[in-house]
């Protein structure tokens, strides 16, 4: 049996998904029956029980569909439930608070738990109409990585496992943040030429942070890192697209909408002062996403940035 807490769009797919073959457990605040409210016409399989917190908890393998700003506070107060649990983290970002990606944040809090973290290029809408789509498993116990690729993997749902979470973590986390700078770029009507270019420095700025945190470059170049950017930097599905695409429109976002990557550039903004680590799209994210800064002269700055070797 696994366990699946949040029943967002994301929670909900992968309910969907997983309970085509097993018996899953799922719990979200305000779900009511069995119909997943971000996914419109979605109903969740006969196999998916909609239940409270404590039974989901029975699981050993509990998902943390989550967004990433809350699990912190989660975990907080429902630690005891999920002591030595293994718990998958399903969401991607680094903690505004603590500095952490999600595997830490779980460990901070439940220090006994066996810690992982599912991500790559998927659309929540994607894995529920059970499309064919490949993700990323890391964690960094290799035997637990291995029956958690067996327990997770469906006919339509491929995990690849590695033991890089701090790659798969940075990947996915500094990706939203260029997949904002992508949709502003395209909204302000810069152009394809203009968007490639971004996203590729983007990926120098993602490669380059990781590195230093101690990610391994072929992560960095897989599913976690190169795939999510090329999905969520040239898709309207993307939250973070459209959120920098209301941005470049000089139009409002809507409110009800999670954009991991707001809070994500605060959090690597910080990051990179930190650790000395140049970054300077993400830093123009941060500052945009705070209004300190106007989109004219956030492009005036990048284009008129010293000239370099690639």
Known sequence: MIGI??????????????GQKQAVTLWGRGLVGRDIARLPGAVLPELVTVTDLAAVAQAQTVLL??????????LD??????????LVACCKG???????GPTGVILAQVPDAQAAILTGPSFASDIAKGLPTALTLACGDAAVGVALQQELSTDSLRLY??????GAEFGGAVKNVIAIASGVVMGAGLGESARAALMTRGFAEMQRLALHMGAQGDTLAGLSGFGDLV????????RNFRFGLAMGVGAAADPLMTVEG?????AVATLARTHGIEMPITAMVAAL????????????????RPLKPE
């Open 161 to 166: 496992r590695i033991t890089d979470v701090v």
């Open 77 to 86: 107060d429902h630690a005891g439930l999920l002591a030595g649990k293994r």
């Open 262 to 266: 707001v809070a994500t550039a605060q």
């Open 94 to 100: 680094v903690d505004l608070a603590t500095g952490l």
């Open 5 to 18: 807490i949040g029943a967002g769009a994301f929670g909900g797919a992968l309910a969907i998904a997983l």
């Open 289 to 304: 996403t705070r209004s300190e800064i106007t989109l004219g002269d956030a492009i005036r700055a990048l284009m008129s």
């Open 65 to 74: 569909a989550l967004p990433a700003q809350a699990m912190g506070r989660f």
């Open 231 to 238: 999905l969520t930097c040239t898709s309207a599905q993307s």
